[in-house]
């Protein structure tokens, strides 16, 4: 299975080393989404509008873009 990885930018990079196998992009694309929410869940947080999670695959290149406002507009 191909692993994914999760970059996180909110004010700072946080960078997945470790990453997560997932069946297929769509599949990477719901874990962002989920990520997302998560990381909104319960906090007060002023999101700047660039908040966002790549989706970056095994080799390097970046399959998805999750952005943290397009997440709490749904």
Known sequence: ???YFFHVFDLEWYRDCE????VDVAAAMDQAEQVARE???GE??????????????EHGLIVHVARLRDVTDQ
Request: aromatic content about 0%; overall charge negative; hydrophobic content about 35%.
């Open 39 to 41: 990381l909104l869940e």
């Open 19 to 22: 990453g997560e196998e997932l």
């Open 1 to 3: 299975m191909p692993r």
């Open 44 to 57: 007060e947080r002023v999101n700047d509008g660039d908040s966002r999670i790549e989706v970056v695959d």
